[in-house]
C-alpha cells in the first residue's frame, strides 16, 4: 500500500479498500445479482474469519477451496472482487474489466473450474465475494477476502466451520456475516 494512493487515503477513512469504496449492502446479493430480492440467511448466521498471512506465509484462495471441498454443483458470482496480478489465464478480458464487471449488480459468474484455475496462478486475492448458490438461487457458501487481511467463510453446513478450524490457525467465529464497510 502507497502512502499516496487513492487506497491509503481510503484506508485512512475508515474504508477497507478500493472495492468497499462504492460497496452496496452485501445482504442485498442474490444469485441473480439482483438488489431487490435479499440474500436471506437461515437460522443463526454465524462466519468463520482466519487471517490470510500466517507467520509471513499467504493462505491463497486455493488453500481455502481445498479445505472446502469441490462445490462444483454450486452456481457461483465474484463480487467487489480486487486482485493483485493478472487474470488473463482464466479471464481473458483482464484484471481491470473483470474488477469493474464483479461491481455490476450481476457479479461476475464463474464456475469452481475457473475458481480453481484462478488458485492456481499467482494472482492475489486482495478482496472478493465468492458467493455459492444453489439451485433456487439461495447462498449456500461464502468465501470473502477482506483488504488481503482476513478470510471469512460463511456456510450452511455447520461442518464447513469445522473443516475450516481443523485446517487453519487463529480462527476466529463471528457471531454474523462479515460486517458492511464504513462508507462516508
Given at each position: 500500500?502507497?502512502?499516496?494512493?487513492?487506497?491509503?487515503?481510503?484506508?485512512?477513512?475508515?474504508?477497507?479498500?478500493?472495492?468497499?469504496?462504492?460497496?452496496?449492502?452485501l445482504?442485498?446479493?442474490?444469485?441473480?445479482?439482483?438488489?431487490?430480492?435479499?440474500?436471506?440467511?437461515?437460522?443463526?448466521?454465524?462466519a468463520?474469519?482466519?487471517?490470510?498471512?500466517?507467520?509471513?506465509?499467504?493462505?491463497?484462495?486455493?488453500?481455502?477451496?481445498r479445505?472446502?471441498?469441490?462445490?462444483?454443483?454450486?452456481?457461483?458470482?465474484?463480487?467487489?472482487?480486487?486482485?493483485?496480478?493478472?487474470?488473463?489465464?482464466?479471464?481473458?478480458?483482464?484484471?481491470?474489466?473483470?474488477?469493474?464487471?464483479?461491481?455490476?449488480?450481476?457479479?461476475?459468474?464463474?464456475?469452481?473450474?475457473?475458481?480453481?484455475?484462478?488458485?492456481?496462478?499467482?494472482v492475489?486475492?486482495?478482496?472478493?465475494?465468492?458467493?455459492?448458490f444453489?439451485?433456487?438461487?439461495?447462498?449456500?457458501l461464502?468465501?470473502?477476502?477482506?483488504?488481503?487481511?482476513?478470510?471469512?467463510?460463511?456456510?450452511?453446513?455447520p461442518?464447513?466451520y469445522?473443516?475450516?478450524?481443523?485446517?487453519?490457525?487463529?480462527?476466529?467465529?463471528?457471531?454474523?456475516?462479515?460486517?458492511?464497510?464504513?462508507?462516508?
Amino acid at each position: 500500500m502507497l502512502m499516496g494512493s487513492r487506497r491509503f487515503s481510503l484506508c485512512q477513512a475508515g474504508v477497507t479498500s478500493r472495492a468497499a469504496a462504492s460497496k452496496p449492502a452485501l445482504s442485498r446479493l442474490t444469485s441473480s445479482g439482483l438488489p431487490h430480492r435479499p440474500v436471506r440467511h437461515h437460522g443463526a448466521v454465524h462466519a468463520v474469519r482466519m487471517p490470510c498471512w500466517v507467520d509471513g506465509t499467504l493462505i491463497g484462495l486455493g488453500e481455502v477451496m481445498r479445505c472446502l471441498g469441490d462445490r462444483g454443483p454450486l452456481h457461483w458470482r465474484l463480487f467487489w472482487a480486487e486482485f493483485n496480478g493478472d487474470v488473463r489465464a482464466v479471464w481473458p478480458q483482464g484484471t481491470l474489466a473483470v474488477e469493474d464487471q464483479s461491481r455490476e449488480p450481476a457479479g461476475v459468474r464463474l464456475s469452481w473450474a475457473e475458481m480453481v484455475a484462478l488458485a492456481d496462478t499467482d494472482v492475489q486475492v486482495i478482496d472478493g465475494d465468492f458467493v455459492g448458490f444453489d439451485d433456487a438461487g439461495l447462498p449456500r457458501l461464502r468465501i470473502l477476502m477482506v483488504d488481503s487481511g482476513h478470510w471469512w467463510v460463511w456456510s450452511v453446513e455447520p461442518a464447513d466451520y469445522a473443516r475450516v478450524r481443523e485446517t487453519f490457525v487463529r480462527v476466529v467465529t463471528e457471531s454474523h456475516v462479515p460486517p458492511e464497510p464504513a462508507v462516508d
